[in-house]
């Protein structure tokens, strides 16, 4: 596989949004769409239009805030910030993920015979 | 709480579309630029740099598109906007949208009223207190039951129910009169009850002003008091609230009134056996009464009405086992009758008020149902048409991607917004209808004024007009289910055939159209025919030209037999003398009120007991009685004043064959059940009248001296001169020159009184067979349009059959030739339908048997003429067709 990007799927990509406001604190749309591809050493094919839909989602679950303010060249940008609620929900999905992860690893390496 | 806050985002988002779309394209232009600032920034020239940020974003228009879909709900906002195109569609085809709502809301309407009268009359419960356990007490004599299947109650037997009967929780006893109300402003003669003071609290309904009747009100004496009913107070009272305690002055005596009924309270107990005196029983006053046990005999006096609330969990039938058991006990009594059983005969009180009118109103729910199914297969079939020629454009979507569900919403939203239009607009309707079915419903359809529009006949209308869509809704939708979108985009979509299924669902159609309205059309003629049997039946009197009026003799003035008889006596002299009158006679009853007052007959000599004595219905008349009615006396004469003081009589034709049968009558004579009345002599012979109603029977009458035992209230029938209504004010002056204080009521003329009686079957007949004509005006107009759309769809294959030399009307006859068969097929079912309905019919019709061949001949043959007429002009259209241009056209 290597250096093919894989595809992401709707879910997962709110929960990497959730995650990247949550350590980069408040960015606009194209900011975070850049972090994940970069904090995934390009591996992540991101169409980046699919981000708005992901922010507009997550902001209709009170998940994320957005506010308009400016950028740093003073440039006027929509900016987008984790909200408590969003906070508990990015834990919980957090959870989730991994026990998935831990349960499709045993399933995939468990051996034959068992 | 998280959905709720998500639903209401979603809602915001759908009403912000502009606001959002534009704030969208404000980021990305911003993501655009920052993104091109990068690759800048990275070294990559300037139009290289902004192709790549274009092609990392993935293209504009498909990120606001899935922003479009993430933010709304996709399914609802296609949803609005094919109603958006729904009713611009509607607006467009402004003549289809005018007519289908038109139609829709002529049958919604229709039919909610019906529903509305049937609601009202058989399911509503009757108002008074936990009315499902109010039955009405009847008594039966089987050896009696040839001249009365149920007699009223006798007030000594109910004595005895009252303290024996345990499945019944309380009995009340009802005697009817007429009491002259006086004192204030007019004498107003009204229908009154005495009755035992329990009533109320059988019935369970509350006084809206002052109280009802108490026990202590006839425990030790009948007290002066009454209570009277919303609309007396309302007409007489002016609805004043100081009247409770006041004095009214009845039939000369004094009353304190105690109380008034409520608003919705109905009388609906009779003394009558008849059923067509019901509606008009309208008891304005109640009065308590004190029963003495001693007032009656163990025998006879069947007089009163009896109503009696059950106990929790009986039936009526329950009771009526333990009355019979009571009922054997009491006619162990019986002293000089011979055999004679009694029994009890005790229904719920709604199905004995309303007896005799379920079938009526059934049918008529089934015609007008009937008539809404025909406009819906109608509509139906227009809308059919309408979604075939736009079949072009349903392929170009199906193309395009659009679902099933999407492609056939357009037309069921269009069926819908017709639907839900015509319910509103319907039940509008209905309210209107209702108001003049309450002023014009035929007396003898009990309950009616008790009919309105509630919330069922509501939610009736929606649910009726969602089945009407659903039913012209989906026919169209069939048909778009199988588009195939290379088919219908071939250049020459237009000469695209349909399938065959899709003709062969319109036929249908077609047929089963044909087939309800010769059904419907048949039930009509049989009763219009009924009601021409009816009109032209040997009434055995005439009333043309005969005014009726009843006057009522004060007990205070005219107490005994022989100041009534001088009255009357002078009056009839004096009317007598009267231009415009001819002749002017008296009669305790009148022909056709539903009124009945049976006796035995006793014939000289006979010692039979009294069961097996004839019984047979008496009247009171006076010499010129049968001049006036035109009761022609076939045999001996007349009644005269020169009989006075002997007591002489004149019987009917069948009273003579069923008492004195193969003998002549005249000459003989007989007594009356009470021994000491002294004995009457026959002198005449009189022709047979339908007294009990015109479809009825004649019945055996005893027509005695009018002096044997004055009635004090009489009727007075008149045969006029001149026109009978210009008679009223001299019969009235008449009167009142000799007695201003004796009421003068019920002024009518005999034509009225009949067409009174016969008026329910008018009405129904009436309504049926408007019905009737809608529904064939309905079903012709489908099966025009469908064979007007048939032929035009032909055009090419007509025009070249005529250019290959085929004659006009072998191809006019080719073009309709398809339009027939249906309607030949519906003609059979529906007459095949007819005949099978014949028996549920047989007790509606007067004289006609249920499969009348004139009625089915004429029906048939209205149906071909109107299918006739129908297919005319599209094979007119047909055969002149110019062929050079159909085959050109293209």
Not at chain 2, 817 to 822: A, K
């Amino acid at each position: 596989m290597g250096k093919s990007k894989l595809e992401l799927l709707q879910g997962t990509l709110d929960l990497l949004v959730l995650q990247t406001l949550a350590t980069m604190g408040p960015m606009h749309g194209y900011g975070i769409a850049r972090r994940i591809e970069q904090v995934s050493g390009n591996q992540i094919l991101l169409n980046q239009g699919t981000i708005y839909a992901s922010l507009v989602r997550l902001q209709q679950h009170g998940w994320i805030s957005a506010a308009w303010g400016a950028s740093d060249n003073n440039r006027k940008a929509k900016y987008y910030s984790l909200t408590e609620l969003g906070l508990k929900q990015l834990s919980e999905e957090r959870h989730t993920w991994q026990r998935l992860n831990a349960v499709i690893g045993m399933v995939l390496t468990a051996p034959a015979g068992e | 709480m998280g959905w709720l806050r998500f639903a209401f985002e979603k809602i915001r988002a759908l009403a912000g579309r502009d606001r959002l779309d534009r704030e969208l394209d404000e980021e990305l232009k911003i993501h655009l630029e920052i993104s091109t600032a990068d690759y800048i920034a990275r070294g990559v020239p300037q139009a290289e740099a902004r192709k790549r940020a274009l092609m990392d974003l993935g293209g504009i228009d498909l990120a606001r598109e899935i922003h479009r879909e993430t933010r709304g709900v996709p399914w609802l906002e296609g949803l609005w906007q094919d109603s958006k195109y729904a009713l611009r569609a509607l607006r467009n085809d402004a003549r289809f949208t005018v007519m289908a709502l038109a139609v829709l809301t002529l049958g919604i309407g229709a039919n909610t009223a019906v529903f509305s009268i049937v609601n009202g009359v058989l399911r509503r419960p009757l108002p008074y207190g936990h009315s499902e356990r109010l039955v009405s007490i009847q008594e039966v004599i089987p050896q009696l039951a040839h001249v009365a299947p149920v007699l009223p109650v006798n007030g000594r037997h109910y004595l005895d129910w009252a303290r024996n009967a345990r499945t019944l929780e309380s009995l009340a006893l009802i005697r009817t009169a007429e009491l002259n109300l006086t004192g204030a402003g007019e004498p107003e003669r009204l229908q009154a009850a005495k009755v035992t003071a329990n009533l109320f609290d059988v019935l369970g309904v509350p006084a809206q002003l002052g109280r009802t009747l108490v026990p202590d009100d006839s425990a030790r004496e009948e007290s002066r008091v009454a209570v009277i009913t919303d609309s007396l107070w309302r007409g007489r009272f002016a609805s004043s609230r100081q009247l409770i305690g006041q004095t009214v002055e009845l039939n000369g005596a004094a009353y304190v009134v105690v109380g008034v009924l409520g608003r919705d309270f109905r009388p609906y107990f009779r003394t009558s056996m008849n059923v067509q005196s019901a509606g008009k029983y309208q008891i304005e006053v109640y009065t308590p009464w004190k029963i003495d046990e001693n007032e009656w005999g163990w025998a006879g006096e069947h007089n009163y009405a009896c109503v009696g609330r059950m106990k929790a969990g009986v039936t009526p039938r329950q009771v009526q086992a333990e009355l019979d058991v009571l009922q054997a006990g009491i006619a162990t009594r019986f002293e000089n009758t011979g055999k004679m059983d009694l029994l009890s005969n005790v229904t719920a009180l709604q199905d004995h008020v309303v007896v005799g009118s379920r079938k009526e109103l059934l049918l008529l729910l089934a015609a007008v149902g009937a008539v809404l199914l025909i406009a819906s297969f109608n509509l139906g079939n227009l809308m059919l048409v309408r979604a075939l020629a736009r079949r072009r454009e349903a392929a170009v979507r199906a193309a395009l991607g659009a679902t099933r569900f999407r492609l056939a919403s357009r037309s069921v939203l269009e069926g819908l917004y017709l639907a839900l239009s015509a319910a509103g607009l319907g039940a509008v309707l209905a309210y209107q209808l209702l108001v003049w079915f309450r002023i014009s419903a035929p007396s003898g359809l009990p309950r009616a004024d008790e009919v309105s529009l509630d919330w069922l006949s509501v939610l009736f209308a929606v649910g009726v007009s969602l089945a009407a869509a659903v039913i012209f809704g989906l026919i169209p939708f069939r048909s778009l289910w199988r588009v195939h979108p290379q088919e219908a985009l071939r250049a020459g979509g237009r000469s695209a055939t349909e399938s065959r299924s899709g003709v062969l669902l319109r036929e249908t159609i077609v047929g089963i159209e044909v087939a309800l309205s010769v059904c419907l059309l048949i039930v009509a003629g049989l009763l219009v025919n009924s009601f021409r049997r009816l009109q032209e039946v040997d009434r055995g009197f005439r009333p043309e030209k005969v005014l009726t009026a009843e006057v009522s003799l004060p007990a205070t003035r005219y107490g005994d037999d022989e100041k009534r008889r001088r009255f009357l006596s002078e009056l009839l002299r004096q009317l007598n003398e009267q231009p415009e009158i001819s002749s002017a006679g008296v009669s305790s009853l009148l022909p056709l009120r539903g009124q009945i007052w049976t006796d035995i007959v006793r014939p000289e000599g006979d010692k039979r007991p009294i069961a097996e004595l004839p019984i047979v219905p008496y009247r009171a008349v006076s010499a010129e009685y049968f001049e006036a009615m035109g009761i022609p006396i076939a045999a001996g004469r007349s009644l005269q004043e020169s009989d006075y003081p002997r007591l002489t009589a004149v019987i009917s034709a069948r009273a003579a064959a069923q008492i004195w049968p193969g003998q002549n009558p005249i000459g003989k004579r007989f007594s009356r059940a009470m021994a000491d009345s002294g004995f009457f002599e026959v002198v005449g012979i009189a022709g047979d009248v339908r007294s009990a109603g015109l479809d009825l029977q004649p019945e055996p009458t005893v027509y005695s001296a009018l002096w044997a035992r004055v009635p004090r209230t009489a009727a007075i029938a008149v045969r006029t001169r001149v026109g009978p209504r210009e008679a009223a004010a001299t019969l009235r002056k008449t009167v009142w020159s000799q007695d201003p204080l004796v009421p003068v009521s019920a002024v009518q003329t005999m034509q009225e009184i009949e067409d009174d009686s016969t008026a329910p079957r008018r009405f129904l007949m009436m309504l049926v067979a408007g019905f009737s004509l809608a529904a064939l005006l309905i079903a012709g107009l489908g099966t025009y349009s469908v064979l007007a759309y048939t032929t035009s769809r032909r055009r090419q294959e007509i025009g070249i059959r005529l250019v290959l030399g085929a004659s006009p009307p072998s191809v006019a006859w080719m073009a309709v030739r398809q339009g027939v068969v249906p309607v030949v097929i519906g003609v059979a079912a529906g007459v095949a339908g007819a005949l099978a309905l014949g028996g549920i019919l047989s007790s509606l019709l007067f004289e006609v048997v249920p499969n009348d061949p004139i009625t089915f001949v004429a029906v048939t043959a209205l149906m071909s003429a109107a299918a006739g007429m129908a297919c005319f002009v599209p094979a007119r259209r047909a055969a002149a067709m110019d062929p050079a241009e159909t085959v050109r056209y293209e």
